[in-house]
């Protein structure tokens, strides 16, 4: 696979990935909570790996065939969005109250994770429509081996992007807990719409 292919989808791929929406929002709240932001990041990476391996395996164009599938999917979550949103919005995280991780655990976060991103419709409809772009039937690599390494490549930069926006939602908020409850507030605002538009897109 040509170097300048995967520079391409690279740099397409961070355009998605720096672009504020409910995986930033969950980062942020993480990140609030003092000591989750990996465990949170590694499960919303699991759910894009999912959305890879689905795509790589076929599955993903079997299912954008069937209107009612992706319908559910998209209305699974959402609601779990909204309920996500809705907690952060009624009780923002306050890093002073987190810090203890009373009856939390990085399971429980990396849990959620994955449900924000591998519930998320709209990331599986992304990587149903940009990795096979990238990909050369020509090349002596199959194409479900080269939809995985895009995808690898995706995964890293989330890594990146994700962790940069965790920790760093912990030490400039850590301090600050007038400006944590608002960010808090904000990030549940942002999951709710990012909620409501998938909802709208399909009555569309």
């Known amino acids: 696979m040509a170097l300048s292919v995967l520079t391409a989808f690279w740099a397409v791929s961070m355009l998605f990935v720096i672009t504020p929406g409910a995986d930033w929002a969950y980062a942020i709240s993480a990140g609030m909570r003092g000591r989750w932001v990996m465990p949170a990041v590694a499960g919303m990476l699991s759910g894009h790996f999912l959305a890879t391996l689905v795509v790589a395996a076929g599955v993903g164009s079997l299912?954008?065939?069937?209107?009612?599938?992706?319908?559910?999917?998209?209305?699974?979550?959402?609601?779990?969005?909204?309920w996500l949103g809705g907690n952060l919005l009624l009780s923002p995280a306050l890093p002073a109250a987190g810090q203890d991780g009373a009856g939390e655990s990085g399971s429980r976060?990396?849990?959620?994770?994955?449900?924000?991103?591998?519930?998320?419709?709209?990331?599986?409809?992304?990587?149903?429509?940009?990795?096979?772009?990238?990909?050369?039937?020509?090349?002596?690599?199959?194409?479900?081996?080269?939809?995985?390494?895009?995808?690898?490549?995706?995964?890293?930069?989330?890594?990146?992007?994700?962790?940069?926006?965790?920790?760093?939602?912990?030490?400039?908020?850590?301090?600050?807990?007038g400006a944590a409850k608002l960010v808090g507030r904000v990030s549940g605002v942002a999951m709710i719409t990012v909620a409501l538009g998938l909802i709208a897109g399909q009555m569309g």
């Open 63 to 82: 299912l954008a065939g069937h209107p009612l599938a992706l319908t559910l999917l998209t209305l699974a979550g959402c609601s779990y969005l909204l």
């Open 109 to 177: 976060w990396a849990l959620k994770g994955f449900c924000v991103s591998g519930l998320n419709p709209k990331v599986f409809l992304l990587f149903l429509a940009l990795l096979p772009q990238f990909t050369d039937p020509q090349s002596s690599w199959p194409v479900p081996l080269q939809i995985l390494l895009l995808g690898l490549v995706h995964l890293c930069s989330s890594l990146v992007i994700y962790s940069l926006v965790g920790y760093g939602a912990k030490a400039v908020l850590s301090t600050r807990p």
